[in-house]
């Protein structure tokens, strides 16, 4: 019999790394993994969480109320309470509604997806919150950071040259700002939202911590979106971040979400966290005075120079010391992990972040076992 001219010839298929090397994209093959570092045993202050966990009262009333949920259904109307109720909490202008995302992370790739055009740009100050190049990149779009300048401020006229220059469709403007923790001039940033072209989002990731805020004066503006999730609030673990934008932008953007992408468990923590928000309100409050304290112990460090914060991190910059060898940062970082406390290092980030370790802002105790093995990392004498 005749063979049948239709079936496919017989091949070998190569075997899995060059088939991954033909097939996967050479960008992610060149990228670095999000590594989160290991902290078992160690306290952990690296990724501002905040150190407080629900009493434990509200634990048991929690889990009686996440078990009585439908796990068998789809998430549904419950989301619309959940927008409803973060609207709220919020103080969300009117004719804005809000997009909900798996953590605020989620929301950053939705927005690169949704801005996904021929030539777009994304633009940020640098250093900033790294998933802003991260999602442009993987989504192909081209990604502009301008350095602040040396005190962590905007340098107004590279941002406004760079707007300019590159006409982005997003600009991400992070207040406070992470990893320096410091709120920008309002001017400049009015500056800034003026000059831009396309849309500008204020990611106010930090607002529990923060003096200032913009809610109160995106009302105005049809292309500025505020971004807030509820992780840095006391949820990180949950994952629910929202972005509030005018009503007919955000019926656009909420096109790209995945339409389940918050859970029935997320959501009906985030609404029971929302109904005790004083529970959260005053964990934020003793976070900003433990913040206070601790900026002072720093202040009275020789050789550690602190930065202004409004969030419940403080970016500190090390002198180098005898025994301190080449990289100060990359050093202290190591010691403070081998007494126990885990930081963040942010040598290798940027430039202007040399020297620099970012510390979060824990409970008293904590913040007090922080400073004290970063004392004893900063003597010579200690290996
Ligand atoms: C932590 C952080 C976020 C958000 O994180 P999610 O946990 O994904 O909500 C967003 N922006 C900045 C600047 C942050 O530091």
Same mark, same amino acid.
């Given at each position: 019999?005749?063979?049948?001219?239709?079936?496919?010839?017989?091949?070998?298929?190569?075997?899995?790394?060059?088939?991954?090397?033909?097939? $996967?994209?050479?960008?992610?093959?060149?990228? /670095?993994?999000?590594?989160?570092?290991?902290? /078992?045993?160690?306290?952990?202050?690296?990724?501002?969480?905040?150190?407080?966990?629900?009493?434990? %009262?509200? /634990?048991?009333?929690?889990?009686?109320?996440?078990?009585?949920? #439908?796990? =068998?259904?789809?998430?549904?109307?419950?989301?619309?309470?959940?927008?409803?109720?973060?609207?709220?909490?919020?103080?969300?202008?009117?004719?804005?509604?809000?997009?909900? &995302?798996? &953590?605020?992370?989620?929301?950053?790739?939705?927005?690169?997806?949704?801005?996904?055009?021929?030539?777009?740009?994304?633009?940020?100050?640098?250093?900033?919150?790294?998933?802003?190049? !991260?999602?442009?990149?993987?989504? +192909?779009?081209?990604?502009?950071?301008?350095?602040?300048?040396?005190?962590?401020?905007?340098?107004?006229?590279?941002?406004?040259?760079?707007?300019?220059?590159? /006409?982005?469709?997003?600009?991400?403007?992070?207040?406070?700002?992470?990893?320096?923790?410091?709120?920008?001039?309002?001017?400049?940033?009015?500056?800034?939202? @003026?000059?831009?072209?396309?849309?500008?989002?204020?990611?106010?990731?930090?607002?529990?911590?923060?003096?200032?805020?913009?809610? &109160?004066?995106?009302?105005?503006?049809?292309?500025?979106?505020?971004?807030?999730?509820?992780?840095?609030?006391?949820?990180?673990? !949950?994952?629910?971040?929202?972005?509030?934008?005018?009503?007919?932008?955000?019926?656009?953007?909420?096109?790209?979400?995945?339409?389940?992408?918050?859970? !029935? $468990?997320?959501? #009906?923590?985030?609404?029971?966290?929302? %109904?005790?928000?004083?529970?959260?309100?005053?964990?934020?409050?003793?976070?900003?005075?433990?913040?206070?304290?601790?900026?002072?112990?720093?202040?009275?460090?020789? +050789? !550690?120079?602190?930065?202004?914060?409004?969030? =419940?991190?403080?970016?500190?910059?090390?002198?180098?010391?005898?025994?301190? &060898?080449?990289?100060?940062?990359?050093?202290?970082?190591?010691?403070?992990?081998?007494?126990?406390?885990?930081?963040?290092?942010?040598?290798?980030?940027?430039?202007?972040?040399? =020297?620099?370790?970012?510390?979060?802002?824990?409970? @008293?105790?904590?913040?007090?076992?922080?400073?004290?093995?970063?004392? %004893?990392?900063?003597?010579?004498?200690?290996?």
């Amino acid at each position: 019999m005749p063979l049948d001219q239709s079936l496919p010839v017989p091949f070998e298929r190569p075997p899995l790394p060059s088939l991954m090397r033909n097939r $996967l994209r050479p960008d992610v093959l060149a990228m /670095q993994r999000y590594l989160v570092q290991p902290s /078992q045993g160690l306290l952990k202050m690296d990724a501002m969480e905040n150190p407080h966990r629900l009493p434990l %009262e509200l /634990q048991q009333l929690l889990g009686a109320r996440l078990g009585a949920l #439908e796990l =068998n259904r789809y998430p549904g109307l419950r989301l619309d309470d959940l927008r409803a109720a973060l609207a709220a909490h919020a103080g969300v202008p009117q004719g804005f509604e809000l997009v909900l &995302g798996n &953590g605020s992370d989620e929301l950053i790739s939705m927005l690169a997806m949704a801005f996904d055009r021929p030539g777009a740009c994304v633009l940020a100050p640098v250093p900033g919150f790294v998933m802003y190049g !991260v999602s442009a990149q993987l989504q +192909g779009l081209k990604f502009v950071g301008v350095p602040l300048n040396q005190r962590f401020e905007l340098d107004e006229p590279a941002m406004l040259a760079a707007i300019m220059q590159h /006409q982005p469709s997003l600009i991400y403007l992070a207040y406070p700002n992470n990893p320096t923790a410091n709120l920008w001039d309002e001017a400049v940033i009015d500056r800034i939202i @003026a000059a831009a072209p396309g849309f500008v989002v204020l990611d106010e990731a930090y607002q529990p911590f923060a003096a200032k805020s913009y809610m &109160g004066r995106i009302a105005g503006h049809e292309h500025v979106l505020l971004m807030r999730t509820l992780s840095k609030f006391g949820l990180a673990g !949950v994952r629910v971040g929202y972005l509030a934008g005018p009503a007919a932008l955000v019926r656009e953007l909420d096109k790209v979400r995945p339409p389940y992408n918050i859970s !029935v $468990l997320n959501a #009906e923590c985030a609404l029971f966290a929302l %109904e005790h928000s004083e529970v959260f309100a005053a964990q934020a409050r003793d976070i900003v005075v433990q913040r206070v304290v601790l900026q002072a112990a720093l202040a009275a460090l020789p +050789g !550690v120079e602190t930065f202004q914060s409004d969030a =419940n991190m403080v970016l500190v910059r090390l002198a180098p010391f005898a025994g301190s &060898g080449e990289d100060v940062a990359s050093t202290v970082f190591q010691r403070m992990k081998v007494r126990g406390v885990l930081v963040k290092n942010m040598a290798g980030f940027h430039p202007l972040l040399a =020297n620099c370790l970012r510390l979060t802002v824990g409970a @008293a105790t904590e913040n007090q076992a922080m400073l004290n093995a970063l004392k %004893e990392s900063l003597c010579q004498a200690i290996q």
